[in-house]
């Protein structure tokens, strides 16, 4: 026998070893209110079974097997177990680790009338309950479970080689169950539990992560941001090597943003740019060191719920001021206008040509914004708000999503959305600066007051594509 947490003495006896304890194993059990994690001994064991249902045969019949009634070793056992040739049983030579050994067992044990002995290993999960604090009352970094390298991913040694007869057991219905996609396996001459534990429907924020979709969202990312670095530095050429008086172009200063516009806006890039920031944080918990996990859980429902407030009241404001049109594209000559501003982008920019569509304070978006916009509103922006919200239901209620693949079917829509919202971000923040000048739109944005192009003859006559 083999016992976890102790330094074993000289002395056999228990009470005269030291404690050194040890850190339990957790695994995903079914309990009042759903699943959850909970701490476990697993432990492998071997016995002789014998007959058809492979009972376990009697501890005294195996005894009988090895002792004498006065609790002296059979002396035949000298002969194949005594390998130093000591006239006694040292403990490393009281193993089964060959089958000479297991096949003289086996015949004594036939000899008392035992049929068909054999030896059955079991992996068996024995639950913690004595003392185990759960909650808020629980002193634990949190990252030791939802990071990469978590918990749940633990290896747990079981046994040394050789085994018993030479048997690699195999977990029972119980451990089985308890042990999900996790696997008993012979690594390095020694026996263990690998892999991952994670059910089906089950998602640990931080730990559970398809790379598939993480990858995909640095496609886009990197995507965007390689289009504009590209596209940024070919504007510092161009306009480096352009005639300084032909970039420059009157404008007008018009009252373009109120107040609300802009403390609407402000808000929800405040609230974009932290709700990114500390789900970064809990996504890669290991990695980054912005905050703390706990920190980052709640700097993100706080801000969802504040980004969630402002999206329905800059709805009203649009709705009852009838700013909403500004992202309703037209119908007549929108495809033209389409057109025309991708090749301003693609060319007329770094000519230093007028913005094809003319900026007011009633058409505040070109064409181009009007399409990115409407799939930004009705699509990326609702998805990005229910798989939140559905996220922050699953993690109070697991089983409740379970008609819709549970959370890990919702988790990796909600990450890849939120590459898409980043990628979005990069953009936004780029084309701020293809107004008059590199911060006039910042600006505006800042006090209300736009620097606005106003087109001349000459313009109208050629200098835009």
């Known amino acids: 026998m083999e016992f976890r947490g102790v330094q074993q003495g000289e ?8 404690t050194t304890g040890y850190q339990p194993f957790l695994l995903e059990e079914r309990a009042q209110g759903g699943l959850r994690f909970a701490p476990y001994n697993v432990v492998a064991r071997w ?14 019949t195996v005894q009988q097997a090895w002792l004498l009634k006065d609790g002296v070793y059979v002396p035949e056992l000298l002969k194949v177990f005594d390998r130093n ?8 030579e009281l193993r089964l680790d060959s ?40 002193a634990a970094d949190c990252a030791n479970c939802h990071g990469k390298d ?21 977990p029972d219905q119980k451990a ?31 730990h ?55 403390l609407w806006h402000w808000t929800m890039a405040t609230s974009v740019i932290l709700l990114a920031t500390s789900g970064l944080q809990l996504h890669y918990p290991q990695s980054l060191g912005l905050m703390s996990f706990s920190t980052a859980i709640f700097v993100h429902n706080v801000l969802a719920v504040v980004l969630i407030a402002n999206a329905f009241l800059s709805l009203f404001f649009h709705l009852a001021t009838g700013e909403i049109r500004q992202y309703v594209p037209p119908g007549k000559g929108f495809v033209r206008s389409v057109v025309n501003q991708a090749m301003y982008y693609a060319k007329g920019i770094f000519v230093g040509a007028v913005h094809p569509v003319p900026k007011t304070p009633e058409k505040k978006l070109n064409p181009l914004q009007q399409i990115t916009y409407v799939g930004l509103l009705n699509v990326l922006f609702p998805l990005q708000i229910v798989t939140g919200i559905l996220l922050w239901v699953g993690g109070k209620a697991p089983d409740a999503l379970n008609t819709i693949g549970g959370i890990s079917v919702v988790a990796p829509v909600h990450n890849l959305t939120s590459w898409l919202f980043l990628s979005f971000v990069v953009m936004h923040i780029y084309l701020t600066t293809t107004g008059h000048t590199l911060l006039s739109n910042l600006k505006a944005m800042v006090d209300g007051w736009d620097d606005v192009e106003v087109e001349t003859k000459a313009d109208s006559q050629g200098a835009n594509p």
């Open 176 to 206: 089985s169950a308890l042990l999900g996609h996790r696997l008993v396996a012979v690594n390095d001459e020694t026996l263990q539990i690998t892999g991952n534990q994670q059910a089906a429907n089950r998602y640990i924020i931080g």
């Open 85 to 92: 040739k000591n006239a006694w049983m040292d403990a490393d």
């Open 208 to 262: 559970s992560q398809q790379n598939w979709i993480d990858w995909l969202g640095y496609f886009f990312f990197v995507l965007t941001a390689l289009g504009v670095a590209g596209h940024a530095g070919l504007r510092y050429v161009s306009a480096r090597r352009r005639d300084s008086s032909h970039s420059k172009i009157r404008t007008k200063r018009v009252y373009m943003y109120g107040m609300y516009e802009r």
């Open 150 to 170: 978590s918990r749940f991913n633990e290896t747990i040694l079981l046994s040394e080689q050789p085994f018993p007869g030479g048997v690699t057991p195999v």
């Open 11 to 18: 002395m056999r006896a228990p009470n005269t070893w030291y």
């Open 47 to 60: 016995e002789w079974i014998f007959g058809e249902e492979g009972k376990p045969v009697p501890i005294a």
């Open 99 to 138: 089958k000479q050994k297991t096949d003289f067992i086996r015949q004594k044990l036939e000899a008392l009338d035992v049929s068909d002995p054999r030896i059955a290993g079991t992996v068996t999960a024995h639950p913690i309950r004595h003392g185990v604090m759960e909650g808020k009352r629980v």
